[in-house]
Structure formats: C-alpha cells, structure tokens
C-alpha cells in the first residue's frame, strides 16, 4: 500500500496539472482571439490601402491635371509658333 505522503504528492500533482491545463486552454483562446482581431484589422488596413492607390491614381492622372491647368488656370499648349527652342 502506498505512503499517505504519496498520495498527497500525487494529489497536488494532478491539482497542479489540472491548473496547469486550464491555463494553457485559456491562453490559447486568448492568442485565437487576439489574431483575429489582428487578421480583421490586417484586412480594413489592406481595403483602406487599396481605396488611397485608387484615390492616389484618380487624383494624379494627367488628364485631370490637364483639365485643372485649363480651367482654373488658364493655361493652354502652346502654339508652334508661340515656342521658342533655347540652345545650350
């Protein structure tokens, strides 16, 4: 028959491991939350990258830029006559 102290150590043991086990279980689904969060987070950022490209692009097209000199400037191409070639 095994020593009362033995079954006290294997008692404690087990408690411990139990602990042990329920604190890993909890942590895991803490990190499983934390990445989702990090994944949905990871995609608004890559939606909202994606909208500032195509902001970027419509903004900066030289047809735009073109149509702005133009009206709210008043600029035009010059004539063939109007330019003057300036050699080095």
Do not use: F
């Not at 990190?31 to 909208?51: F, G, N, Y």
């Amino acid at each position: 028959m095994a020593a009362p102290w033995m079954i006290r150590v294997l008692v404690v043991m087990v408690v411990m491991s139990a602990l042990g086990v329920s604190y890993s279980v909890h942590q895991a689904r803490r990190l499983t939350d934390e990445s989702q969060r990090l994944q949905q987070r990871q995609t608004r950022l890559e939606t909202q990258w994606s909208q500032l490209l195509l902001e970027h692009s419509t903004w900066g097209s030289y047809a735009r830029v073109e149509r702005l000199a133009r009206e709210k400037l008043g600029m035009k191409l010059p004539k063939t006559n109007e330019r003057v070639l300036i050699r080095p």
